[in-house]
């Protein structure tokens, strides 16, 4: 009789129990100094453009979305603990003070390079992962992030999207995925068809593992792209020639993550070209490459 009870009791409890604490994702934006959204997959995303920074490539000048948007993505693994990826853009000055401040803190390093060619000032890409308490994360990261030039403070509440000098009917249409408008840039982002993990985490969409294609109009009907293709090996080589067919320069071939499955590789690019072109070879490259279809 006593067992009964006891497993009575212990069956009871577990049914009261949460099966898990909600993060207080308030807490971590304060932490951290400036708050995110909540995206799908669970995932609190921040959003740190180098607002900071005026940087040109070829005559254009680039806005924070097109390729100066830092980020931080925070997912829960469990009653407490959270996994955090993220991409820091860094001057070259700033990567070393950054770094040291990362290491002190336990979080990892796990790619460093160029996005970009010729942009002057020259930026660095700097990816990082880290696994622990959320708050006690994103304090870290704070710190870190000090080292930089990166805005942590609030944004001003950003004002309804204004109409962007692209017709981005026939992008949706030619790309076969629709965008949307941010800071005057048209982004996509279109997901692999795989599940992504890694360290055997999932890996969602919004912390870094979907096609992004950026879009900043340049006037005349051109646009400047830049962005990344996410790879496995088999699919590198076919895009690449279909990206260079396409008078898109490829600038970066690389890792972002140290443990991922399946393995992937980023590949950069940047035109700045007629949209119509631009979104011709986009087409002919994202062809050779398994991505999910809405």
């Not at 000090?146 to 981005?168: F, H, K, R, V, W």
């Not at 396409?246 to 035109?271: C, K």
């Amino acid at each position: 009789m006593r067992s009964r009870l006891a497993i009575g009791a212990t069956l009871l409890l577990a049914l009261t129990i949460p099966a898990h604490a909600e993060t207080d994702w308030s807490a971590v934006g304060k932490a951290l100094g400036r708050s995110g959204t909540e995206a799908a997959g669970g995932v609190y995303r921040v959003g740190l453009p180098r607002s900071d920074l005026k940087v040109t490539l070829d005559g254009v000048q680039l806005k924070p979305a097109l390729a100066l948007g830092s980020w931080l993505a925070f997912k829960p693994m469990d009653d407490r603990d959270a996994m955090v990826m993220g991409d820091l853009v860094l001057t070259q000055p700033e990567v070393n003070p950054v770094m040291t401040k990362l290491i002190e803190s336990g979080i990892e390093v796990t790619a460093l390079h160029n996005h970009l060619l010729r942009s002057e000032p020259a930026t660095m890409y700097m990816h990082v992962l880290g696994h622990g308490d959320p708050v006690n994360l994103a304090s870290a990261l704070h710190i870190a992030l000090q080292q930089s030039g990166t805005p942590l403070s609030e944004a001003p509440a950003s004002p309804p999207a204004a109409a962007i000098d692209l017709d981005t009917a026939a992008i949706d249409q030619a790309l076969g995925h629709k965008g949307k408008v941010n800071g005057g840039v048209y982004q996509i982002s279109i997901p692999r068809a795989e599940v992504i993990k890694d360290g055997g985490m999932d890996v969602p969409e919004a912390m870094g593992s979907a096609i992004a294609i950026n879009f900043q109009p340049t006037g005349n009907g051109k646009a400047a792209i830049t962005g990344d293709f996410v790879l496995i090996a088999s699919e590198v080589n076919p895009v690449l020639r279909a990206l260079r067919e396409g008078g898109i320069e490829v600038t970066a071939v690389h890792n972002h993550m140290l443990d991922d499955e399946p393995r992937l590789f980023f590949m950069h690019f940047w035109a700045n070209d007629g949209v119509s072109k631009l979104t011709q070879g986009l087409k002919s490259a994202l062809d050779k490459v398994n991505v999910r279809h809405s």
